[in-house]
């Protein structure tokens, strides 16, 4: 008898140890990550009202172009309004480099990339996938950013 009720007793406890509540997770607070997929990209590009000038030619996003994994779409604009970003853009297709970017309010991009307040990619730097404030198509807002790092990772 007294092996039941302590069998019974271990039982309840790993219940409640294991079925316990969850803590309350606050949504709103956490950064989605705004690494855009090619599909992403491609339809902002061809909707899109923005002034746009290509560094590297235009993306080609066909899974099976040339060198495809060793390149990195970046865009990045000069004007923010809400959760669009638009103004003046410059799309970037290419491998590890440091843009200079004055001026720019928002950048989306298919792989990870560095952004930092001082030319050269200097200074205080972030990453992309810690985005702080997301907006709309998969952009992330970076005011004060002047130069952007993109690695060939």
């Given at each position: ?7 019974i007793?271990i ?15 606050d949504?709103?607070n ?5 690494i855009?997929?090619?599909?992403e ?14 560094i ?16 990195t779409?970046?865009?990045y ?14 799309v ?41 404030t ?15 790092l993109?690695?060939?990772?």
């Open positions: 008898m007294q092996f039941s009720t302590l069998l007793s039982v309840a406890l790993a219940t409640a140890v294991v079925a316990g509540p969850t803590p309350a997770v949504t709103d956490i950064a989605a990550v705004s855009i997929s090619d599909a990209l491609e339809n902002w590009l061809a909707t899109t009202d923005a002034d746009l000038t290509f590297g030619g235009r993306p080609n996003f066909t899974p099976l172009a040339k060198r495809a994994a060793q390149s779409t970046v865009t604009c000069n004007k923010r309004v809400g959760s669009i970003c638009g103004g003046t853009c410059t970037y297709t290419g491998g590890a480099t440091c843009l200079p970017a004055p001026d720019t309010a928002c950048i989306a991009s298919t792989k990870d990339v560095g952004f930092c307040d001082q030319a050269g990619c200097n200074g205080d730097c972030n990453v992309l996938s810690q985005c702080g997301t907006m709309g198509s998969g952009f992330c807002a970076t005011p004060g950013t002047m130069s952007i993109v690695s060939s990772l």
